[in-house]
């Protein structure tokens, strides 16, 4: 990609250039940078205020002084992010249905891509209703463009939130699909270098009397890490995750990209294993160990081994002990998340339901 920064040497010139180097070599993009002062260069390139910054010699982006530097300058960043596809930068998917639901896992995915140099992908999945006239059927386009501008206004005002945060705040991308919500959510999921997170209800979802709960059934469907989050929980910061481990071999993938989660985050991880038969248990601590230190020799984790009759009593007695914000699982975990997400277990549901739970997905 080749960049051109037009300025004359004044402190809003310097911080175009910083900023947008500092972005573009975070994210991972390659490209090339020209800083232009000479006044004759700016007639030719057709550079008419500055700073001012040239993408492939094709768009050109002002930067507006005053009170419109900061979004002038945001608008240039996004755009030659969203040119660049956003290099090597976490897509973090939000499903929205405009609830309060979906905005509240908005602002957990917020605070989730700062701290992981992530992007947000607003997504909304339009199914088409149809409505009758004169006993014809047809589909309300109507209802489409208006969910589509509901969208479109949405990411906008939250983009502009950020107003002198610029280079803190996370950026947000609309994206509009047309379909069945969760078809449409487990095919983006596929994606390379993508995260989902969102509400765990939605009280606008006018599908759920039909199809079911959505974020339930992409529970058991979704292809990347899924982060589900209660409609009453505010975000906080998660100081202790919890890594619930059944089978060694079968979560060591999993326990890797948790790890990456805590140092980015700066959290502590704690790993729990539920010993049912002593007999049978052939859960070896001590490669555990060896598989932290490799990857992390840096993280501050613990690991915890308790004896109950069933895994849901193991995770009970260690949420009582201790206090963990995120509670997270694999899903090629026989007993945990077969138990765990069992319809008979409605009243354990209430007990960790009021916090995150982020589920790995491994065929």
Not at 17 to 23: F, G, L
Request: charged letters at 20%.
């Amino acid at each position: 990609m080749d960049i051109k920064i037009y300025g004359t040497g004044t402190s809003g010139h310097q911080l175009v250039k910083q900023k947008i180097k500092d972005i573009l070599t975070e994210a991972g993009i390659s490209y090339i940078l020209e800083d232009i002062s000479d006044v004759s260069k700016f007639i030719r390139d057709n550079i008419y205020s500055v700073p001012a910054v040239k993408i492939d010699n094709d768009t050109i982006y002002e930067i507006k002084p005053n009170g419109n530097f900061n979004v002038s300058l945001r608008n240039a960043i996004q755009n030659i992010l969203k040119k660049a596809k956003y290099g090597n930068m976490v897509k973090i998917i939000v499903p929205t249905d405009f609830s309060e639901a979906s905005l509240n896992a908005y602002n957990f995915a917020r605070s989730l891509a700062k701290s992981l140099n992530g992007v947000i992908y607003l997504t909304h999945v339009y199914f088409p209703t149809s409505a009758q006239l004169n006993e014809l059927t047809y589909t309300d386009a109507d209802l489409e463009a208006k969910s589509r501008q509901k969208l479109d206004e949405l990411v906008k005002s939250l983009n502009q939130d950020w107003i002198g945060e610029f280079v803190k705040e996370p950026l947000v991308e609309a994206r509009f699909e047309v379909g069945f919500p969760v078809k449409e959510l487990v095919q983006i999921s596929e994606e390379s270098n993508t995260i989902m997170v969102m509400g765990s209800t939605g009280e606008g979802d006018q599908f759920k009397k039909i199809f079911g709960s959505i974020s339930l059934d992409l529970l058991k469907s979704c292809k990347c890490p899924l982060y589900l989050i209660p409609n009453d929980l505010k975000y906080q910061s998660a100081n202790n995750i919890l890594f619930c481990s059944e089978n060694l071999q079968e979560d060591a993938n999993a326990i890797v990209s948790a790890g990456k989660i805590c140092v980015n985050t700066h959290k502590n991880l704690h790993i729990l294993h539920v010993v049912i038969n002593a007999l049978d248990d052939n859960y070896n601590e001590t490669i555990l160990r060896d598989l932290l230190s490799k990857y992390y020799p840096d993280l501050e984790y613990s690991i915890l081994v308790t004896h109950a009759p069933n895994v849901k009593e193991g995770l009970h007695q260690a949420i009582q002990k201790n206090s963990y914000e995120l509670l997270v699982f694999n899903t090629k975990h026989r007993n945990f998340f077969s138990e765990l997400f069992h319809n008979s277990i409605t009243e354990y549901a209430a007990m960790y339901y009021n916090k995150a739970i982020l589920i790995y997905h491994q065929d």
